[in-house]
Nanobody, 121 residues
């Protein structure tokens, strides 16, 4: 069983930055691709970014490309999302997830409980 716990969310002003972290339980993340999703009130959960185990596959939603950077440290069972130049449209609950390489919710079998990111204007 894989357990994921996000941290690093909070309240930030537009133009600011946050770094989200996700820690996986167990001794290894194995070969899981890790992804970040977000869900704003009244909207469906949407893909933000993903990274394969080796980093050979990295993907970003168009809305965050150039502003967010995903990374992982398999030895530490950690995945990160550096979020720069935040805007109010980034406000959402952010979830980390583990699964197969993809950009869809159904590609991921393991989910954290989420961390709130609120960007004020």
């Amino acid at each position: 069983q894989v357990q994921l716990v996000e941290s690093g969310g909070g309240l930030v002003q537009a133009g600011g930055s946050l770094r989200l972290s996700c820690k996986a339980s167990g001794r290894t993340l194995g070969s899981y691709t890790m992804g970040w999703f977000r869900q704003a009130p009244g909207k469906e959960r949407e893909f933000v970014s993903g990274i394969s185990w080796s980093g050979g596959w990295i993907s970003y939603a168009d809305s965050v490309k150039g502003r967010f950077t995903i990374s992982r440290d398999n030895n530490k069972n950690m995945v990160y999302l550096q979020m720069n130049n935040l805007n109010p449209e980034d406000t959402a609950v952010y979830y980390c997830a583990g699964g197969r390489t993809g950009r869809e919710v159904y590609d991921y079998a393991y989910w954290g409980q989420g961390t709130q990111v609120t960007v004020s204007s």
